[in-house]
């Protein structure tokens, strides 16, 4: 499954973020159930930045999938029990619920200095919560920064 677009919305006042039609079809299908069945994510700390930092939602077979990988790392024995020490501890596990938002924990939500106003990022094997206002200007800075970023997208995607 993969995640494409760029979705503006609101996190309200209990913590919910509607996930949209298209992204919640995708999910549905590729999780076999239909419209309104308990479909679980996993949520887990993104970048963490002052200026504005990200949450990340896996669904819940791309987040153990992850987790099998991580079995793999080249990190070494300590290296990986203390980073999967601080992921699985982070991680939550939601709900689509039948109006189609999750509840994002406010402890999350706090750590990556997220405000109302937000952006959900399809980011291919997963999505991204960024600050509004913080995603538009890295997104300008980095086009800005190089020109050429999406000139010739075939290149980026050879091997």
């Known amino acids: 499954m993969v995640f494409t677009g760029t979705y503006e919305h609101s996190i309200d006042a209990k913590n919910r973020l509607a996930i949209p039609a298209p992204i919640r079809a995708q ?3 590729a999780a076999g159930a239909g419209e309104g069945d308990a479909i679980a994510l996993f949520v887990i700390p993104g970048e963490l930045d002052p200026e504005g930092g990200s949450l990340s939602i ?10 099998q990988q991580l079995d793999d790392s080249e990190l070494d ?14 991680a939550t596990r939601v709900e689509i619920d039948k109006q189609g938002r999750v509840r994002l924990p406010e402890s999350l939500i706090k750590r990556a200095n997220l405000p109302s106003d937000i952006v959900l990022l399809g ?4 999505l991204e919560v960024h600050s509004r206002e913080a995603w538009l200007k890295r997104l300008e ?6 020109p050429a970023l999406l000139t010739n997208p ?3 995607m050879r091997r």
């Open 154 to 156: 075939r290149r980026m």
């Open 141 to 146: 800075e980095r086009l800005a920064q190089n």
């Open 77 to 90: 024995a300590d290296q990986l029990l203390e980073y999967e020490r601080i992921l699985f501890s982070l």
């Open 58 to 67: 896996y669904t819940e077979s791309d987040f153990e999938k992850r987790a």
């Open 27 to 29: 999910i549905q299908r």
């Open 123 to 126: 980011v291919k094997d997963h």
